[in-house]
């Protein structure tokens, strides 16, 4: 074999077993969610294999489904706007320190190692009746009884916030670590203030960083139906809650993945209008 | 136009102390390097002027009037930084018009302006583009244009062609000058190289572990060092342990062995306090090597081994041995060089040696 051959063929001897492993666990799986999507549940509780169009049909004419996913995105807006608030300036602060980046970023992954569930979980104990916010409050006599703060879409949004927020503040900062300091020294010396320096040469050099912890936030709080079930009342279903609920509860394979596929279509559509704009690479080293 | 001041500047960083009790007269128009090794504070001393760093005590005046609670914004001066520093999201013209927004420039008067900026440093033609889609020597002019179509009242450069090519860098180092003498702005020029400092300077401040060594012209600061730092950060120099035996309006008498009595001109014996134990400052370039059977007409001469011969082309840098001391000599080349452990003869004119004090250890 001849040294460019090899040179090659290396790329994919290495790519290999994750390729494998991506074909068996993601592309042959969801390849079964798109023939089940077209079976139908008889009302014996039987699967039919064949072609049929009722399930999407039920998906995408039924309004409830229509309500319900305008929720969801609706959810996750709102969460990456948040989000993108609070993530922004400790981005800035992370970027900006000098000795102690590395103790910063340490310690924003300390979150992830602990469940997500238990962190999800945690704000009961918090937030809870019994929990400590509540006792604080009647220790301190502002109120006699407990007040009821779970279970509602403001919890549903806190608890993704609180999980959504380092992804966000990852992809920021490294947007902004990427810029020279100098640039804003440059422009103040040129006349500009402090902060108009930062509008106009930071903060646009900075949104592709902004926009790829966006579109991560946007597209996992969008997918989530753990937070909505620990944190949320019967009112606050998101998409993912309904696929859950068909599959697991309803045992209706292929309407759970008609609707799975509705999701990830409109969640791909995103992902793909981001990379029309502003391309894959700086979610790439956002994540990386 | 500004002159610029430092009046008893310390800077300190934490317990660090960058820069110590820096005084500095910097004239209206002049062209003044402030010249040291990496650390020496240079760059320090140019941030406080910038208005980057708060001095710890001390003031800073530009055109007579303390600037020390100035805002950076607000003191009206051109930086060009080592790297650039160049808006990547915006067109050159865009760069260049930046400092213009911020200033009561008529919005239809930018355009020209901008574009005389570019035609000073001979770039007409690139305002559409991007910084990234031009080389590092023109991304230099771009940020010089920028840095001056502002008209400010001091120019500021920080390194500014440390990042270039050896070639590129004598080239801006002549349009650089050509631009500060065509508008005649005040400018503080910080470098680590000798010779851009030696070829654009009207004054250079040389600089070490945050205090001034020397201040004078390149002519004054390379023949006539104040010191044996600065003699030999400007190139290289022979210090030769010598005592004075009389100073006086004639000039220094000092016995150096083994040339023997060398009486040197008094202007450049002036740091002598007196008779008593000095040292002889020679350049290398000063100091001739000769064949072992050459007269060295005029010269004070030793014998010498070449111990070391490193050639450079137009001239040869050779580490002799003279009388148990290494010595180097700087010579054009005519002929062929000496070879190494040729015993050859070394000699130099007292005119071009000077005399400092011995330095307490």
Known sequence: MSIEARERRQPWILLSPALTAITLLLFVPLLFIVVYSFWLRTATGADQSGFFLDNWREALSDPFYRDILLFTLKIAAITTLVCAVMGYPAAYFIARSRGNKAV????????????????????????????????????????????????????????????????????????????????????????????????????????????????????????????????????????????????????????????????????????????????????????? | MSSVTLRNVVKRFHKFTAVHQINLEIPDGAFVTLLGPSGCGKTTNLRMIAGLLDPSEGEILIGGTRVNDVPIHKRNLGIVFQNYALFPHKTVAENVAFGLKYRDVPKAEIPARVQAAL??????????????????????????????????????????????????????????????????????????????????????????????????????????????????????????????????????SLEVAPFGAVTIPAQKAERLGGQGLAQLVLRAEKLRVLHPDEAGEGMLTAPATVETVDYQGQTVRYFLRVGGRQLQAINMIDDRPFEQGAEVRVGFFAKDASALPTEAK
């Open chain 2, 119 to 252: 035609e000073l440093v001979q770039l007409p033609h690139v305002g559409e583009r991007y910084p990234k889609e031009l080389s590092g020597g023109q991304q230099q002019r771009i940020a010089l244009a920028r840095a001056i179509v502002i008209e400010p009242d001091v120019l500021l450069l920080d390194e500014p062609l440390s990042a270039l090519d050896a070639n590129l860098r004598e080239d801006m180092r002549v349009e650089l000058k050509r631009i500060q003498e065509k508008i005649g702005v005040t400018t503080v020029f910080v470098t680590h190289d000798q010779s851009e400092a030696l070829a654009m300077s009207d004054q250079i401040v040389v600089m070490s572990a945050g205090r001034i060594e020397q201040m004078g012209s390149p002519e004054e600061v390379y023949n006539n060092p104040a010191s044996e730092f600065v003699a030999n950060f400007l190139g290289a120099s022979n210090m030769l342990p010598a005592s004075c035996t009389a100073l006086g309006p004639q000039g220094a």
């Open chain 1, 104 to 288: 910063l970023l340490l310690l924003l992954m300390l979150p992830f190692w602990i469940s997500y569930i238990i962190r999800t979980m945690s704000w009961i104990n918090i937030l809870g009746v019994s929990g400590a916010l509540n006792t604080l409050l009647l220790w301190a006599g502002v109120i006699s009884e407990p007040i009821q703060m779970l279970y509602n879409q403001t919890t549903v949004i806190l608890g993704l916030v609180h999980f959504l927020l380092p992804f966000m503040i990852l992809n920021v900062f490294v947007s902004l670590d990427g810029i020279d300091v100098s640039l804003e020294d440059a422009a103040t010396s040129l006349g500009a203030t402090r902060w108009q320096a930062f509008v106009q040469v930071t903060l646009p050099l900075s949104l592709p960083g902004l926009a790829a912890g966006g579109l991560l936030c946007f597209v996992l709080a969008a997918g989530t139906y753990i937070t909505p079930l620990v944190l949320g009342g019967p009112t606050d279903a998101m998409f993912a809650n309904l696929v859950y609920e068909a599959i697991i509860t309803q045992l209706n394979w292929p309407l759970g993945s008609a609707l799975s596929l509705m999701l990830l279509a409109v969640l791909g559509l995103l992902v793909m209008i981001y990379n029309r704009y502003l391309g894959m690479a700086q979610l790439m080293k956002g994540l990386g």
